[in-house]
């Protein structure tokens, strides 16, 4: 408790910082985006505007934030109004949301729900609350954007009885429920493939996904299957191997189960998921190098610096897999997967508070700036907390 009032009572200054990050940050969207008359994503305030100054003094979370467990937060009018435990899994379409997730061994995941309705406003009160959260607990979580329809499996994983949508907001009458979602066990399908340039890519969890030709990595949560087709190659399977133990160790703390599955051996929990096994489409080994080509195209890294006084950003790599040395702990990095859907922030833990606390307004200015899709989902990574995906993307990470 003692540790907790040391931190809330930084909150002034913790304000201060990074409100001012939120201002420096103008001259990044400046660069990714050309000049508008509309103000960036949470900035300013609009003549409807639904918030108030953050507070002079105080910290708006609770000391309870410390504890295992979830938390859920509607965003009202700059404000963090926390959710009771059996409203957990409703969320209105109008509305934004902080979701926290404390786990074991200071594991924290930290995600911004977006409303398919919810205004700039709400959206940038939610971001702001989000730095101020993320730096009360350390900038130890791995922080998320998950946006309402698009949700990832790990966010779907902390309601075992799915999600109900509600149509509008906090200030709405109208509370007409709308269709659930997915069940919350983890799920998730990985292609693997390639020769020099191996990427896992998540696929439909489907055998439609499958082929003879490359391996496929099966997560269940507790269980995780490396299945390898008849034709895949030696190094295909040497990385589903190594991607599926790395699952378990860093996902799991490597309580979960690894089996290596070979083509026509599969167990009873696969085809209960999957359903009856078809027959599969044929690998072609000549696809293994239209993959290298691809996989590497994919992907570009560019580092963030405000070492001008303004955020810049500057391509350091256009096609992976990357050198792990040009991660430079002074700065931040943009891994951009745009194409496949995802984009990584990478935190140098010494880079200034500015980096650091623009990294979500940074990824989203990317965003438009590429004309990815708006529900491109973001993860944010503090160095020492990368997942083995995004791992992935370098050569002898150490």
């Known amino acids: 408790m003692r540790a907790w009032w040391a931190l809330a009572s930084q909150w002034p200054r913790l304000r201060n910082s990074f409100l001012s990050a939120l201002l420096s940050l103008g001259a990044c969207l400046c660069l990714l985006e050309p000049r508008s008359t509309e103000p960036p994503l949470g900035w300013g ?15 708006p979370f609770p000391a309870s934030v410390q504890d295992p467990g979830l938390h859920i937060w509607r965003v009202e009018k700059l404000k963090p109004v926390s959710i009771a435990r059996e ?19 200071e594991v924290s995941h930290l995600h911004l729900w977006i409303g398919q309705q919810s205004s700039r406003d709400e959206q940038g009160a939610c971001a702001v609350l989000a730095v101020h959260l993320n730096t009360l607990l350390g900038e130890r ?3 998320h954007r998950e946006v309402q329809g698009n949700e990832s499996d790990l966010f779907m ?7 109900k949508y509600q149509e509008g907001g906090v200030e709405s009458a109208f509370h007409k429920t709308a269709s659930g979602a997915t069940p919350a066990a983890i799920r998730k399908l990985y292609q693997v493939k390639g020769k020099k340039n191996i990427r896992a890519t998540e696929r439909a969890l489907s055998w439609d996904s499958f082929n003879t030709g490359d391996c496929f990595i099966l997560d269940l949560g507790q269980n995780i299957f490396a299945w390898c087709g008849g034709k895949s190659n030696i190094l295909e399977r040497n990385k589903a191997r190594d991607l599926a133990l790395a699952i378990r160790d860093s996902e799991r703390q490597g309580k979960a189960q690894v089996e290596i599955i070979t083509d026509g051996e599969e167990p009873a929990e696969m085809i209960q998921v999957l359903g009856p096994k078809p027959a599969l489409k044929e690998g072609n080994p000549e696809e293994d190098l239209t993959a290298d080509q691809t996989n590497a195209q994919a992907a570009a890294l560019y580092k963030v610096s405000d070492a001008t006084g303004q955020m810049n950003l500057t391509k350091v790599a256009d096609s992976s897999p990357f050198a792990s040395e040009l991660l430079i702990p002074d700065d931040c990095f943009v891994l951009d997967n745009g194409p496949c859907g995802k984009i990584y922030i990478w935190k140098g833990r010494k880079a200034n508070e500015k980096e650091r606390q623009a990294a979500l307004q940074v990824a989203d200015g990317f965003i438009s700036r590429m004309r990815y899709s708006p529900n491109t989902q973001v993860e944010i990574l503090p160095q020492g907390r990368e997942s083995p995906i995004f791992k992935q993307f370098f050569k002898n990470w150490k």
């Open 157 to 163: 994983s902390y309601f075992p009885r799915g999600l």
């Open 141 to 143: 979580p791995v922080q």
């Open 45 to 59: 305030r609009s003549e409807n505007s639904m918030y108030t100054p953050i507070p002079q003094s105080g910290s």
């Open 87 to 105: 409203n957990h899994g409703v969320f209105f379409s109008g509305d934004s949301y902080l979701v926290l997730h404390n786990g074991p061994e």
